[in-house]
Structures are given as C-alpha cells and as structure tokens.
C-alpha cells in the first residue's frame, strides 16, 4: 500500500520532469495576465462586467491548447481545476474578481467551466486524445464568448428558453464559431478531409442547441463536454 512518503516521491519527480514546472509556469502567467487585464478593463476603464468576463472566458479556454502544446500532464490540469473551482466558489460569494462575477444575474457559468477544463484534460488527456478537450473547450471560449457579445449587441431577433433570452444572430455566431474551432482542431490532427468538415458540423449544430440552454450557466459545463463526446463518437466512425 503506498505511503505518504511514495506520494511525495512521486509528486516530487512529477515535477521535476521536463515539461512540468516551465509548463505550469507559462500556463500560470497567461492567466494571471489575463485576470490582471479583466480587471484592470473593468475598474480602470470602466468595461461592462459582461466584456471582461467574455474577455477572461475566451481567453482561458487557450489553456488547453497550451496544455497540449507543452505536454503537461492531465494530473496537472485537474489539480488546477479543483483549484479554479475554488476561487470561483469563493469569488461567487465574497465578489473578489468583480470583473468575472459582477453581470447582474445567479450564475454559476466560472465554476461549471472550471470543472469542465479539468474533466476535459482529465480524461481526454490520460486516453492520449487532447484534440477532443481542445475542440470541446475551444468551441465553449469562442463560441459562447462570441455568442453572448454579438447578441447583446446586434441581436434583433429574440427567442427565450428556460426564462433566457437569447437571439438567433447570436445562436447563429455560435454556430459558426464551433465549426471554425472544430474544423482547425481536426483538421490540424486528421487532415482537412470530408469527415473532418461532417464532424465540425455536427459538433457546431450540438453545441448550439446546448448553448440555447444556459440558465445558471449550465452551458459552461453541457457544451465543452456535449461538443468533445459528439467529436469522440464521430471520429470513430469516420475516421
């Protein structure tokens, strides 16, 4: 049975492996940056809560792709998330990351995206398949994040669900955002063949008919991880 001296032995040459300290580091600095900046955006210039924290939710969904590219391990990407949770519980009650939290409605969309980041890199990443945890998480940053700014500013055609108003311009950038991201990621991994452009659309159209369901931020949770198991299936059909 291991002991607590094995599990440090093991953490410690976790660490000390080549990609794992330089990767955390750099992960590490993308979103301080990026948290520094929402901030910065909100209180010193007066941003609407709702742009920075599209600011910080497009731009942490890169961490996958940085994940990926330094090939950090899935252990890291869940302990980091168990991590992100907690601030964002906290944040949600104490109000320390106004430029997040601050939109005038109950949502739990920071917590929802911040365990479906680490459930993505948890299991796509241990099954060798980071190319599904990026779609997934890709199509929720840029997506959504697209979705709910091009919505608010030029939606004119209004449909509500689940009590949420939501308008077919953003639905429909939705929509286009997923294909974008779904077709770069698989065509970067599988070439840019039929499959890759049936898979992207079949991504694209799931992930908008989820994201139409965001009450509680419920989406954040529903569409990175809908979007990554739709791709799953597909590609073991077609590819």
Known sequence: MPTDSDLLTWIARELLAPTVLPGIAIVGGWLALLLGL???????????????????????????LL????DIPAWVGIAAAIVAAAIA????????LPSVNSIGR????????????????????AHNQPHLAAIGIGVMAWGDGLAAIIGQKFGQHRYSVW????????????FVASFVVSVLVFGFV??????????AASVATIATALEAFSKWGIDNLTVPLGSAIVALYLQ????
Do not use: C, D, N
């Open 38 to 64: 929402a901030e910065w955006l909100y209180r010193s210039q007066h941003l609407p809560a709702e742009l920075s924290r599209k600011l910080v939710h497009i731009g942490t969904g890169h961490v996958v």
């Open 67 to 70: 994940a990926w590219w330094l």
């Open 89 to 96: 519980i906290t944040s949600h009650w104490l109000a320390i």
């Open 106 to 125: 109950e949502s739990w969309g920071t917590l929802f995206y911040a365990i479906s980041i680490g459930v993505s890199i948890g299991w796509f990443f």
């Open 163 to 174: 009590g949420m108003s939501k308008s077919w311009e953003g639905s429909l950038t939705m």
């Open 190 to 199: 599988a070439g840019f063949l039929w499959p890759t452009w049936a898979i």
């Open 236 to 239: 073991t059909l077609w590819l």
